[in-house]
């Protein structure tokens, strides 16, 4: 008789039922953080990747660049025009190498613009006249005659121009990334020797 009462007390005990219960909820919770977890763990590694991506272009886009050393001009010989120019320059400090075949340059007179790469290989359209080139004068990175390095200082010439005197002259060297190199000078009214400083 003692072991049925002890039955029938177990029978009507609920609490094991409830325990169970309460762990597959716990389980289910779990589950559910860890997933969350998962997503905004990645959610923040993309995050990451993105910002240090555009970090990465912002701070090349302000240090690329050319620091311009001098601007000389050959004069014509019945010296009335300039007919050539030669700029000298190096990287800007901070500036990360750079392949010239990928540069630009525009120079804008009195009565012409022209806008042509570096690179021949890529040009699209052949100007009758002027004619641009780029030259490494200093090699101190040892890397291929078209990518300029920290140290190494370079010319790029610009032949074919006609420019009078007194006439407004602009040139923009232009980086596929980067900051851009505006250099204008005004001809002088009369022009005395073969060359001439004009910036």
């Known amino acids: 008789m003692g072991l049925n009462k002890k039955f029938v007390k177990m029978k009507n005990d609920k609490r094991a039922e409830m325990g169970v219960g309460t762990m597959i909820v716990f389980i289910a919770m779990v589950l559910v953080a860890a997933v969350a977890a998962s997503v905004l763990i ?11 991506s555009t970090g990465d272009q912002a701070i090349n886009n ?10 000389v001009g050959t004069i014509s010989v ?20 750079i392949n010239m075949d990928n540069v630009m340059v525009s120079v804008t007179t009195d009565d012409s613009s022209d806008y042509l790469s570096l690179n021949e290989a890529a040009r699209t359209t052949a100007l009758a006249n002027v004619n641009y080139n780029f030259t490494k004068t200093l090699d101190v990175q040892g890397f291929s005659d078209q990518v300029l390095g920290q140290g190494d200082l370079a010319e790029i010439g610009i032949t074919g121009l006609t420019v009078g005197y007194n006439q407004l002259v602009t040139i923009k060297i232009i980086p596929a990334y980067g900051q851009m190199t505006l250099i204008t000078f005004t001809t002088p009214e009369q022009y005395s ?7």
């Open 78 to 97: 019945d010296e009335t025009q300039v007919t050539d120019v030669t700029i000298y320059m190096r990287l800007s400090s901070g500036s990360p190498n």
């Open 193 to 199: 020797s073969g060359f001439i400083t004009l910036a």
């Open 42 to 52: 990645s959610t923040a590694n993309t995050v990451r990747e993105q910002a240090q």
């Open 62 to 71: 302000v240090a690329s660049g050319f620091v311009v050393q001098d601007v």
